[in-house]
């Protein structure tokens, strides 16, 4: 099993897009995936077409079994209509108690022990996280295996992935001292990305001289993201011939070569 946290302190990058995404390509492939949403907003809980619940507080606070917190994600979503998925779709929701949870648990291992439970029966574990830095990146920190960084091509939302990359270096230390392994930068997602605009060349540029092959091929900005969200699907299921489809896939493929299972 293998834990990759999406995170960009910087709001509204796209980490839930490619969280879900990832997630539901990987099932669509043939992989056990859970989605673990970790952002009180839940956004990627109602993006799987689920409620918001506080199954992430109650399997973090309330030591609930998971069998009682996971929510099996219908194919109808994620899935393309010829396609049935090879693999399973679990989402972990969330939902505004997710805030409490570092203010009701001490132990800062609590959600690296919960999700090793799932260690034989999973395959892949997406964590989608917050923009606001909290404990619960913290545990979230040690926890994970590898961490994707979105980020769109401009000033503020480098200075998010700054901010995470520095937070990275400090769990880092933390995980030292435990005798842990480093956490993996699988890649930087250069999302929302408008190759005519002049600006966003300029950054993707940027990014590239600061992080080199660190930095993925950019999900470009196209209105088949928002048009999939607002029926409730996924773009694989809304429109899986599509460029933005096409583009997610390869990112998935990326995912697999860079963690393996
Ligand atoms: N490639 C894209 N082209 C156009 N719109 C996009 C693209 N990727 C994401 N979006 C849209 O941008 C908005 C923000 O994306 P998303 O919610 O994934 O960001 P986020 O980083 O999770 O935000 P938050 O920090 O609030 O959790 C959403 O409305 C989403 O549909
Ligand atoms: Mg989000």
Known sequence: MKILSLINEKGGVGK????????????????RVVLADADP????????????????????VRDAAFKDVLRRVPAEVFSPENEAPKGE????PSNLETRSIPNQISDPFAAA????????????????????????HGSIYLATDAILYPTKSETLSFDGLIESLTHRVEAQ??????GMDNITILGIVPTMYRSATLVH??????????YGELVWPPIAM?????????VGMLVYRYAPESEGAL?????????IQGLGV
């Open 201 to 210: 060349q300029e950054n993707y540029a940027k990014l590239k001289t600061a």
């Open 89 to 92: 779709l679990y989402v972990l």
């Open 247 to 255: 583009e997610c896939w390869s990112l998935v493929n990326r995912v």
């Open 173 to 178: 230390t933390q995980r030292k001292r435990w």
């Open 41 to 60: 907003q839940g956004h990627a809980t109602v993006s799987m077409g689920l409620k918001k619940e506080p199954c992430f507080y109650d399997l973090l």
């Open 113 to 136: 022990d919960r999700f090793r439970e799932l260690e034989d029966v999973i395959d892949y574990v997406i964590f989608d996280t917050s923009p606001t830095p909290s404990l619960l």
């Open 222 to 230: 196209r209105t088949v993201w928002a048009e999939a969200s607002s």
């Open 16 to 31: 839930t897009t490619l969280a879900t995404h990832i997630a539901a390509g990987l099932a669509i492939r043939g992989y």
